[in-house]
């Protein structure tokens, strides 16, 4: 049960654990909230999700619509539970913003619960799941120890990073960009973005600190790759002004939303990240340097260490950052190095394969435990 439907970050994720069971003990049975983009790879992939339609937990639904979502999240909960008895699957596995509907499930047909946690969530919403899930998926280390401290036992978290698809992503450097928008001149140091275009990105600190880098004298060119987010078109019309507004039009490109990051990805000489997210792997496994600001997330420092795949420096430092794009600008030979590295980091702990197995043991260890199935169900599905 994937969150969404869009492929973002996440769901590339699921795609990846969703594809490498097919074969296994563990035979998906994928559930999504509506069709999209999502459901066509998982088909492509020769894997059948089912839609059925559920509102999810997350904290812009709850801002928006409260306690008026409840009798949908019932009836959602309902509709879930009778198409996993036409499957009966072993175990039930979701995001924590599905949380309630996993627990549903899995009392309803007396399996495990595994839970999926992608970031700090609110502490209240760790005690809504803390008692059902059987297993709690961390994708890092100080997230498996912020949720020890916030009440879940430390015998039901596992550590399982995100990965990456290093037959996808591999260091063939490409001219995908150069050729496809020009006119990005030859010379051009090609420094790119990606992600949605919303704050939570933040497009716009990265173009204030492209400015600057311009206005140094670097020969360098700016790339955005990333749709619209359709809930942020305030967000949105900013982003797509911003360069003419300030005099660098000429030096940046959108592409839109993407389809072929394995090809673009490598076409890029450095990748920015002011938000985290496994595009960093995406990038490092292309051994594409990264330069990360978002030290706030814990996973983006297990993911790339200054010196060994790019730079990190500090979140909204501008001076830091534009100082980062400068060197690199500046030293091909430390591209190259820290590109090699990067790689070379994404073989040994974030390939696809290494996140399967791990997510396997996982499903191996609830499904042989005889207390598998936790807590009353009662309330499963009551909003906070």
């Known amino acids: 049960m994937p969150s969404g439907d869009l492929l973002g970050g996440a769901q590339v994720q699921y795609r990846y654990l969703i594809e490498g069971l097919r074969g296994s003990r563990y035979e998906p049975v994928v559930a999504l909230p509506s069709d999209g ?42 509709r879930l539970v009778a198409l996993a008895r036409t499957h009966a699957p072993s ?79 591999r260091p063939s450097r490409t001219s995908v960009l150069r050729e496809q928008y020009a006119p990005i001149d030859g010379d051009d140091v090609l420094i790119g973005i990606a992600g949605r275009i919303e704050p939570f990105k933040q497009q716009v600190q990265f173009l204030r600190a492209a400015a600057r880098v311009i206005g ?5 060119h700016f790339v955005v790759i990333g749709g619209r987010n359709t809930n942020r078109p305030l967000y949105y019309h900013r982003v797509r002004s911003w360069p003419a507004r300030h005099g660098i039009a000429s030096r940046v490109t959108f592409t839109g939303a993407r389809d072929d990051m394995e090809h673009v990805m490598p076409s890029l000489d450095v990748l920015v990240t002011l938000s985290g997210g496994s595009v960093m792997l995406e990038a490092m496994a292309c051994a594409v340097p990264v330069i990360s600001a978002s030290p706030r997330d814990p996973a983006t420092l297990r993911m790339v260490r200054d010196g060994e795949g790019g730079r990190v420096v500090p979140a909204h430092d501008l001076e830091a950052l534009v100082r980062a794009m400068i060197q690199l600008c500046d030293d091909a030979l430390a591209r190259k190095r820290l590109g090699a590295s990067g790689r070379r980091r994404v073989e040994a702990l974030f390939g696809r394969d290494h996140m399967v197995q791990a997510t396997k043991r996982v499903y191996d260890a609830v499904v042989r435990d005889p207390s598998r199935v936790r807590g009353p169900g009662s309330e499963v599905l009551r909003d906070p």
């Open 37 to 78: 983009p999502l459901r066509e790879t998982l088909a492509r992939a020769g894997v059948h999700a089912a839609v059925s339609t559920y509102p999810t937990w997350n904290r812009g639904e709850i801002l928006r619509w409260g306690h008026r979502l409840w009798p949908e999240r019932r009836r959602a909960a309902e």
């Open 91 to 169: 175990v039930v596995h979701g995001d924590a913003s599905v949380a309630p509907y996993l627990a549903a499930i899995a009392q309803a047909l007396r399996i495990p619960c595994v839970v999926h946690v992608r970031g700090r969530v609110r502490q209240s919403w760790v005690h809504r799941f803390a008692g059902h899930a059987s297993r709690v998926i961390a994708i890092g280390e100080p997230y498996g120890d912020w949720l020890a401290q916030s009440g879940v036992s430390r015998s039901r978290i596992n550590v399982v990073p995100d990965a990456t698809d290093l037959d996808c992503f």
């Open 216 to 220: 140094a004298g670097r020969r360098a």
